[in-house]
């Protein structure tokens, strides 16, 4: 009886193996040049019985352009027919021309008020003042460890931002993100809303939750970069390091829903593997 192996067979499965490999990091590859759309409905006791908040939430463009002017993004955008639209931050870059940015800006500024954030790359670009001025020509709210009341279908709701912390290297020397928030929403409990923050940084979470926000978005992540569905939710994000808890997703923390983007921006040196960019869209019901 000959126990050895057929070298040859086992040359042509291990050949197979490797094909089948390069194909899925392919397929990875070409599937995450097309922008996905992600769902998440919350719901909440602080809204009338037959009222629906729709927000479109958007991070980390990092100027990206899609389809060459931005239109399927925007159409994207357009067609969920936003109450708000929220921008947390690298909505902007710090080396690839704001030309992505502008070109969204112009296509979305009519269809909901729009709230930002800053994010580490546009303190990184050294242009933070420019940025601000950008972004506020096309009529964007920026908050700055700040809020705004609004009434959107009759219900009472607050949209919150903070800083990114490298408001303290670029910008601000003595910026202290802890005690700025402190002051800008320790009286958040008494006004009866409901309550949205938007952060850039997810890693911050427990700092958020000492506040009574009933949601928190955030991006910066990536999606990890690297993903496998189902097995692997992200390989690296700044700020969090190896297999990161706030890669991408719904978490929740208590009473609070934070809703993590895995960002839209493509970087042809960064290659994002079965990590699609991401439009978040999320929903606001009562749950009555």
């Not at 925007?74 to 639209?85: K, M, S, V």
Request: some cysteine; aromatic content about 10%.
């Amino acid at each position: 009886m000959n126990l050895n192996k057929n070298p040859t067979h086992s040359g042509g499965i291990i050949g197979f193996l490797r094909t089948l490999a390069a194909a899925g990091f392919l397929a990875g590859l070409i599937s995450c040049r097309t922008i996905s759309t992600s769902s998440y409905t919350v719901q909440t006791s602080g809204l009338a019985a037959e009222n629906l908040i729709t927000i479109a939430f958007i991070s980390d463009l990092h100027s990206t352009i899609y389809g060459g002017d931005q239109r399927p993004l925007i159409e994207l955008i357009a067609a969920q027919r936003p109450d708000l639209i929220l921008l947390s931050g690298d909505i902007i870059d710090d080396k690839t021309p704001v030309t992505g940015t502008t070109m969204l800006l112009a296509g979305i500024r009519d269809l909901a008020p729009i709230f930002y954030v800053t994010g580490n790359h546009e303190y990184m670009s050294k242009r933070i003042d420019d940025i601000r001025h950008t972004l506020e020509s096309f009529g964007v709210v920026i908050l700055s460890d700040s809020y705004v009341q609004l009434d959107i279908r009759g219900n009472a709701v607050i949209v919150a931002g903070v800083e990114d912390p490298y408001k303290k290297i670029f910008e601000t020397p003595g910026y202290d993100q802890n005690l700025s928030m402190r002051r800008a929403f320790g009286a958040l409990d008494k006004i009866a809303a409901y309550k949205i923050l938007i952060a850039h940084r997810p890693e911050n979470i427990k700092a958020y939750a000492e506040y009574p926000f009933d949601l928190v978005v955030s991006g910066h992540a990536h999606g990890g970069q690297v993903r496998i569905p189902h097995v692997l939710n992200g390989l690296y994000a700044p700020g969090q390091g190896l297999f990161p808890r706030y890669a991408g997703g719904r978490y929740t923390r208590g009473s609070l829903t934070h809703i993590v983007s895995r960002g839209l921006s493509v970087d042809p040196w960064i290659p994002r593997i079965f990590n699609p960019p991401e439009l978040v869209i999320i929903f606001v019901e009562s749950n009555f």
